[in-house]
């Protein structure tokens, strides 16, 4: 929950967003006392507050955070479309995506799996970035993770794939590449 408080008035106004597992109504709902007022729903709330009560709502908000999660609740989550073979990933599945566009929070990119892909190179280029090609069913496909260079993967591993398959456009040439979302 972020609040910005207008010192001069005294009063803050806030915004809160939460987690796929974590109820943030109920959660703001269990804090009322420390507020002027609320509304919102299960993944989305926002708030007035007096400026002298902020401290005493974050620590009653951490309370009702804490009895309403665990572990578990914070372990990120993606969800996958569709499995995938290399053999299905061509021009004709780039258009199919295309026409579900734009993507976005109410229409999520698609997210698709691949199991047992063979690493046949794995390089780091940029800072930190994870370029992979690898091999699956006898086609072969590049990759890129970015941010993922801090991954052990090396030459030869067997590896499950978390991607969105696009168009990776580079010095004038286009081919089809794999934007990792995991391994």
Known sequence: ILIAADETKGVGRG???SIRHFNLHDAVKACRESL?????HRMAIGLSIRSERVEEFAERFEDAVRARTSEENFVPETDVDA????RDIDEGLLADLERLEPFGMG???PVFCTQ???VASSRVVGENHLKLFLRHE?????AIGFGMADRPVREGDAI???YSPQQNEWNGNVRLQLRLRDL
Request: a negative charge; glycine letters at 24%.
């Open 15 to 17: 915004s809160g967003r």
């Open 36 to 40: 002027e007022g609320f509304g919102g």
């Open 83 to 86: 499995e995938l073979s290399f």
């Open 107 to 109: 229409n999520p990119e």
């Open 116 to 118: 047992n892909a063979t």
């Open 138 to 142: 006898g086609r072969g496909m590049e």
């Open 160 to 162: 499950d794939v978390l």
